[in-house]
């Protein structure tokens, strides 16, 4: 593997003009006919073209994603959220016929076996699923889907509640739940699900719209339901629904038993009869909730030093996102929920989004999207926007890793060694306590789209079961039913991004098998890491693990011994 480096220049264009912005199709459309009637009679014409179609991909793919950042950074902004809608509504939909001729013109071509056929072989591949499952009718649905999907972030963004003579989103008011004072948490814990509650038929009726969509979708591309045929369009062709619910089976009988383990503890440090909802984030009377960072200037400061420690590399990426203005880090009123790193494929320097507010959580967050970001570095000088195209799967090991990696460098959050020990404490909790929420999520999802026809009723009891079989009964819930009806609503993956959620558990698995390796060998841990990512979407999802030293398997066997790992080292601290 080459050196990678962090610097950044603006790549010359070299068919579309340096100053062309994208205003309207009138202005765009040229571009796209001159790649689908330009002759292509030998392989380097080929080449030439696979290049220049490359650069019009980046162009437009970097413009719809800052229209994206832009709305999300301010939900209240209409002209924003207009900006958005007018390129998924009106220019979009104009590139897809276009861009699956140009797909069926590629693999047609009798020079494209003349191509070296290990490098493209994914590539080649995806062009030739996203043909097969190309329909005209499908255009304005997927438009339509797009647009109502961002509707859950408008809705959610204006969610506030008051504490004291204060106002606060709910991603504000996430730190009083860290309070040793249990009233207090008690009354905020209500205002924030009394919150959630006023918005819950809007919610339910957006889903209840886009399910509709959704599944017109498949049945136009010959599908029976949803799922099948969004795992296709996801790519999935290393792993199959049987294996998603071997996982749910697996988290059940090997990773709830250590939930309920770590929730006795936290009731046993509490000191409390009963394990409440608004108790799980607490500390006892007397300890003070970790507060890694004072705003988010310093968590970019100490999230840059510990990402020189870890590799100075990682920091230069950082400093370089920074220099370019690629950083929302602060949660404020009227900004969309969540956090994510955006990757802009015309400059290579991705984009960071979150909603920090001092938290223990913000900080992890922080580092996770720190990862994402790493790999946008390592995978952006491959040839083709194409190539950077990496599956979910590998994206999540990524950022999971550098959540583990980064811990040897906490130090520079916590000064104190029990606050840092209690960090470390947090953060292996939390690899453990996701994966039931992973498999609940997941496990929803498979039956929302086998069952597009269901009520809004059956929709909630079906959830609280799947809810019911990945919980343990160490929270007492009495007396909060109506509130865990609705608690998939916080999930932005079931609107904006259907079906992207079992990932975090298969990346989860491949982080522990990192961090596993780090322990052992941190310089050859970290080699691995940079050589998978580097390699883009160049390879199948078992070669990419296999780059990393990973083996790519979520069996029961496998999941044990990785938890058991985990449950070692927390028990360490």
């Known amino acids: 593997m080459m050196k990678p480096t962090a610097e950044l220049t603006k790549p010359e264009r070299h068919f579309l003009p340096e100053g062309f912005v994208l205003t309207d199709w009138q202005s765009l459309e040229p571009y796209f006919k001159d790649l689908d009637q330009r002759p292509l009679e030998t392989r380097a014409d080929l080449e030439k073209w696979l290049l220049d179609m490359s650069e019009l991909e980046a162009v437009v793919s970097e413009d719809a994603s800052w229209r994206q950042i832009r709305m999300t950074c301010d939900t209240e902004n209409k002209e924003l959220e207009g900006s ?18 140009l797909n069926k013109r590629l693999v047609e071509n009798t020079h494209t076996q003349e191509l070296d056929q290990k490098e493209y072989f994914t590539y080649l591949r995806s062009i030739r699923k996203r043909i097969e499952l190309f329909r005209e009718s499908n255009i304005p649905l997927m438009a339509e889907a797009s647009v109502m999907g961002q509707q859950f972030g408008v809705i959610s963004g204006k969610m506030t509640i008051r504490v004291g003579e204060q106002e606060y989103t709910l991603q504000q008011a996430a730190k009083f739940l860290e309070s ?21 038929d809007a919610l339910n009726d957006l889903y209840s719209k886009l399910i509709g969509i959704r599944n017109q979708m498949a049945l136009n591309a010959g599908f029976s339901n949803y799922r099948d045929y969004k795992f296709e369009e996801l790519g999935r062709f290393d792993y199959t629904k049987e294996d998603c619910f071997r996982f749910h089976e697996a988290v059940r009988e090997h990773v709830l038993p250590l939930v309920k383990q770590i929730n006795a503890r936290k009731k046993e440090k509490l000191g409390l009869d009963k394990l409440r909802p608004w108790d799980t984030e607490a500390e006892p009377e007397g300890t003070e909730p970790l507060r890694p960072f004072t705003n988010g200037k310093d968590l970019l400061t100490k999230t840059i030093a510990c990402f020189d420690d870890l590799n100075p590399f990682f920091g230069d990426c950082l400093r ?6 690629r950083f929302d880090l602060e949660s404020r009123k009227g900004k969309a929920p969540g956090g994510y790193n955006c990757p802009l494929a015309e400059t290579g320097a991705p984009f960071i989004f979150m909603n920090a507010s001092g938290l223990m959580s913000d900080l992890t967050t922080m580092v996770h999207e720190g990862g994402h970001a790493i790999h946008s570095f390592l995978a952006h000088p491959l040839k083709l926007s194409s190539f950077k195209d990496y599956p979910m799967e590998i994206a999540e090991v990524a950022s999971m890793s550098m959540e583990l990696f980064s811990m040897d460098h906490w130090e520079l959050f916590f000064q104190d060694k029990n606050d840092l020990a209690r960090a470390y404490e947090h953060q292996l909790e939390r690899v453990i306590t996701i994966f039931p929420w992973i498999a609940t999520i997941d496990k929803f999802q498979h039956w929302v789209y086998e069952n597009p026809s269901h009520t809004v009723e059956e929709r909630r009891q079906m959830w609280l079961q799947i809810l019911n079989e990945f919980s343990t009964e160490s929270i007492d819930w009495s007396g909060l039913e109506q509130y865990r009806e609705f608690g998939w609503q916080r999930q932005l993956h079931l609107f904006e991004v259907p079906f992207y959620y079992i990932e975090y558990g298969i990346a989860q698995l491949g982080a522990i098998g990192l961090w ?12 691995n890491y940079m050589s998978a990512l580097s390699l883009g979407g160049t390879k199948t999802l ?3 693990y296999a780059a990393a030293g990973l083996k790519f398997d979520f069996s029961k066997e496998h999941i044990k011994q990785l938890m058991d790992f985990v449950s070692t ?3 360490k601290i």
């Open 320 to 325: 370089t996102m920074e220099k370019m203005g």
């Open 569 to 571: 080292e927390l028990q």
């Open 542 to 544: 078992p070669e990419l």
């Open 516 to 527: 596993m390796q780090y322990k052992n060998n941190k310089e050859k841990a970290l080699s």
């Open 84 to 101: 958005f809608n007018f390129f998924f509504m009106e220019i979009q939909p104009k590139i897809q016929p276009y861009a699956d001729r």
């Open 180 to 200: 040793p004072d249990r009233r207090l948490r008690e009354e905020v814990y209500l205002k924030v699900q009394e919150r959630r509650l006023q918005d819950k």
